[in-house]
C-alpha cells in the first residue's frame, strides 16, 4: 500500500478488522478511486481565459495539478 494511503487510514482510524489478505488491496483500490475522482474533476474544470496564451497557461497548470496528485498518491 502506498505510504501516504497508509498514514491517511491511519489517521482516519481505519482498522484492519480480519486477516483477509486483499483487505489491503481493498482500501487501496478504494483509496485510488477517490484520488481519480480527484484528477477527473481537476481535468474537467472549465477554462476561463482571454487569450490563447492565457489559456495555455491555464491548462497547463490544470496538467501540473493532477501530475502532482498523482504522483503523491503513487497512481
Given at each position: ?6 498514514e491517511l ?31 477527473d474533476?481537476?481535468?474537467?474544470i ?21 501530475r ?6 503513487g497512481?
Open positions: 500500500m502506498n505510504e501516504l494511503i497508509r487510514a491511519d489517521k482516519a482510524r481505519f482498522v484492519k478488522t480480519t486477516d483477509y489478505p486483499s483487505q489491503d488491496e481493498v482500501f487501496e483500490k478504494f483509496a485510488e478511486l477517490i484520488v481519480r475522482e480527484c484528477v474533476t481537476l481535468d474537467q472549465p477554462v476561463y481565459y482571454k487569450n490563447e496564451n492565457d489559456r495555455e497557461i491555464e491548462r497547463n497548470t490544470i496538467a501540473d495539478c493532477i502532482a496528485i498523482e504522483q503523491r498518491f497512481i
